[in-house]
Nanobody
Framework: VQLVESGGGLVQAGGTLKLSCATS????????TGWYRQAPGKQREKVAV??????TMYQESGGRFIISRDDAKNTVDLQMNNLKPADTAVYYC?????????????WGQGTQVTVSS
């Protein structure tokens, strides 16, 4: 599985960005897809994940981020609203297959998100 992220960039605090992750194969065969981020000097952390069945889980409550997947387009998107400088990080798309059997994680190269104050 190959993943390619897009949509990162520079935005002012309070602004919005939409990240998109394109998968090389059928996303319907992937158990879980999601987004992680890593800020300078910090560990990589989960932002949001979505299962093949459409269940979503978010690291942060409040509804600023919305994850969605489009099985027809083989993409996973992350809509980010009301961005804060603390959201500045490299955002990575991840796909997990084989859950419950032999799980394997696939990672994209990452896309930079910078939020200015």
């Amino acid at each position: 599985v190959q993943l390619v992220e897009s949509g990162g960039g520079l935005v002012q605090a309070g602004g919005t960005l939409k990240l998109s992750c394109a998968t090389s194969g059928s996303i319907a065969s992937i158990d879980v897809t999601g987004w992680y981020r890593q800020a300078p000097g910090k560990q990589r952390e989960k932002v949001a994940v979505i299962t093949r069945g459409g269940n979503t889980m978010y690291q942060e409550s409040g509804g600023r981020f919305i994850i969605s997947r489009d099985d027809a387009k083989n993409t996973v998107d992350l809509q980010m609203n009301n961005l804060k400088p603390a959201d500045t990080a490299v955002y990575y798309c991840v796909a997990t297959t084989g859950i419950g059997r032999d799980p394997v994680d696939y990672w994209g190269q990452g896309t930079q998100v910078t939020v200015s104050s």
